[in-house]
């Protein structure tokens, strides 16, 4: 199975800070259509997961656009350009490439 | 707007079966999408358990080796879950998804 490495589990930021998550892929998560399906999603508490980046940068509709992914192949990156109080959660990655799809261990964003 | 709902009981005894089901609102699950399972185990981990196309093929995560089954029902635009044989590490929240639109999870909990 694909390992997704998300890095650093617990972030502290104040409110305006930019902030950046790293995920890091046992194996390449390019397709052989050409697509990379790498995918980041926002569980707040108490809440379901939230998709908010899909295809490594492609913002989904409705997720502010402080919010970027950018990346290829096994090296990947979301940033959050100034924190604000509702983007507190749990924030992971995961791959739609190699079945099974697999998910990052996650990254706790709080408040510091 | 696509909305999904799990259902099914919170309490399941070791060694029988689970059984969740999906329903699925503003949007037909034979248009398009792979529906998926998802389960959330206490603390953060993410475990994609399967998924039945918008065809009807499914797709299981090997390691829920032959326990698991998802099966449809079209005419009520629901999906199901059966993850046989459970012990208490099946304890988790369970979301019915297609990584875009999540349900809001139903906690089960394996115990005698």
């Known amino acids: 199975d694909v390992v997704l490495t998300q890095t650093p589990p617990t972030l502290s930021a104040t409110i305006g800070q930019s902030v950046s998550i790293s995920c890091r892929s046992s194996?390449?998560?390019?397709?052989?259509?050409?697509?990379?399906?790498l995918h980041w999603l926002l569980q707040r508490p108490g809440q379901s997961p939230q998709l908010l980046i899909y295809?490594?940068?492609r913002l989904e509709s409705g997720v502010p656009n402080r919010f970027s992914g950018s990346g290829s192949g096994t090296d990947f990156t979301l940033k959050i350009s100034g924190v604000e109080a509702e983007d507190l959660g749990v924030y992971y990655c995961?791959?739609?490439?190699?079945?099974?799809?697999?998910f990052g261990a996650g990254t706790k964003l709080e408040l510091k | 707007e696509i909305q999904l709902q799990e259902s099914g009981p919170g309490l399941v005894k070791p060694s029988q079966s689970l059984s969740l089901t999906c329903s699925v609102t503003?949007?037909?699950?034979?248009?398009?999408?792979?529906w998926s399972w998802i389960r959330k185990f206490p603390g953060n981990k993410m475990e994609w358990m399967g998924y039945?196309?918008?065809?009807?093929?499914?797709n299981y995560n090997p390691s829920l080796k032959s326990r698991i089954s998802i099966t449809r029902d079209t005419s009520k635009n629901q999906f199901f879950l059966q993850l046989n044989s459970v012990t208490t590490e099946d304890t988790a929240t369970y979301y019915c998804?297609?990584?875009?639109?999540w349900g809001q999870g139903v906690m089960v909990t394996v115990s005698s």
């Open positions: 998804a297609n990584f875009g639109y």
């Open positions: 503003g949007y037909t699950i034979t248009s398009g999408y792979d």
């Open positions: 039945i196309s918008y065809s009807g093929s499914t």
């Open positions: 194996q390449s998560l390019l397709h052989s259509n050409g697509n990379t399906y």
């Open positions: 295809l490594v940068s």
């Open positions: 995961v791959q739609g490439t190699h079945a099974p799809y697999t």
